[in-house]
């Protein structure tokens, strides 16, 4: 009867559908090759991660201007520094928290507006108060430094992932070389509150650019936002010039997020430890040079 007939078709077509074969969204962007999507998100993601750098290195050139400014003590100086850079310890945490909750481009986004707002705003400081409360909050901003690197990774082929990562690297000296030349050029002609408004346009600008880059499919699928990931794979593909996978996106449930327990357990607390130790070791002589080297020149008969 039409009945048996419908039950027999629509058990073949669901046949046909478990039977076609599926694909992940690496396998997409791995197909769809290394090409004008990935330069575009190396470059957005470049510019954002090297105006970073010039709000790191900020107090370096700053120093000497706001000591004579408020007349203030090494240990004044010493505690403005540690705040901003406690503000990125706390920022490590609340962007990656909101990234893993909202995503990867929702959280560089917000971390990059608090670090340019914020930091716009130290130019108008009429105290040392003031000025250490506004670069705590712009650490915080700060502190969402790392996210490019996932929103990168997400977007890269395999076989071109550790090379793009690299090369974003390289946007972080471009940085602090900006960051010298508007210090050269600004300090010495218009004082410290212009140098902190030119430090801070970049940043600001890099804002809008952020609005241009869409959301990581791997993130949109993990939450269950199947058509949005399909959507920005397809654009991917098309602008690579390359070929969609013929089959069914595999659609993965929506997982539980992990936590920093999670890096301690047996079979990662290895890594994590290499890592942290790594990290720790590579950040405390990189910025201690930095932060030594503006007093080995002010005590020496050195000019450059």
Known sequence: DFVSILIVK???????????PQFSVEDV??????GRYQYRMLFVCGLAWSTMAIQVCLMTFLKPE???EWDLSDAAIGTVEALFFTGMLLGA???GCISDRYGRRVGYLGA???AGIFGLCTTFSQSIEVFAFLRFVTGIGIGGESIPFTLLAEFSPKYSRAKLLLVNLIFWPIGILFGIGIAWTILPSLGWRWF???SAIPICLNIFLLLIIPESPRFLLLKCKFEKAEKILHNIVEENRGQYPKGTLIREKEIQNGSIQDLLRIEFRRTTLILWFIWFSVTFGYFGIIFITPRFFDHSDIYL
């Open 112 to 114: 990059v507006s608090v």
């Open 196 to 198: 902190l408004i030119f």
């Open 29 to 34: 962007i791995n197909q769809s090759g290394f």
């Open 93 to 95: 945490f609340l962007w």
């Open 66 to 68: 706001i000591v004579t």
């Open 10 to 20: 629509t058990k073949r077509f669901s046949m046909k559908i478990s039977e076609s």
